[in-house]
C-alpha cells in the first residue's frame, strides 16, 4: 500500500483544530484524525544488487531488488509499523489524556 504524500503547499498546509462544537457533536467521545507523517529512509545498495532500506526513526528495514521497489516496501514497512504502535498504544493514550 503505497501513497503519496502531498507537499504542505498542496494541502493548505498548517494545522487544522477540531472546534469545540465538533467535539460536543461526538458526545465528548474521542475523534479519529489522519496524520500524514514524512519519514527519511537510507537504501543502501547491495553488492549482488538490490537495495536494503533501513529507516531509523522507527527502527526497521526492508529490501528491494530495484530502488522504486525498495522505497515502495518502505511506505509499506513504515505504514505497518506506525499501525501496530497505533493499535497498541491507543487505549493507553486515551486513559492518560481522560484523567
Do not use: Y
Not at 549482488?48 to 531488488?65: E, Y
Amino acid at each position: 500500500m503505497s501513497k503519496t504524500i502531498k507537499p504542505r503547499s498542496e494541502t493548505g498546509g498548517g494545522r487544522r483544530r477540531a472546534s469545540a462544537e465538533s467535539a460536543l457533536a461526538n458526545g465528548g467521545r474521542p475523534i479519529t484524525l489522519d496524520v500524514m507523517v514524512r519519514l527519511q529512509a537510507i537504501a543502501l545498495p547491495e553488492a549482488d544488487g538490490g537495495f536494503t532500506v533501513v529507516i531509523p526513526a522507527l527502527g526497521c528495514a526492508t529490501q528491494g531488488d530495484t530502488i522504486e521497489e525498495a522505497q515502495a516496501n518502505a511506505v509499506e514497512a513504515a505504514e505497518g509499523w506506525l499501525t501496530s504502535q497505533h493499535k497498541r498504544m491507543k487505549d493507553e493514550a486515551i486513559r492518560a489524556t481522560q484523567g
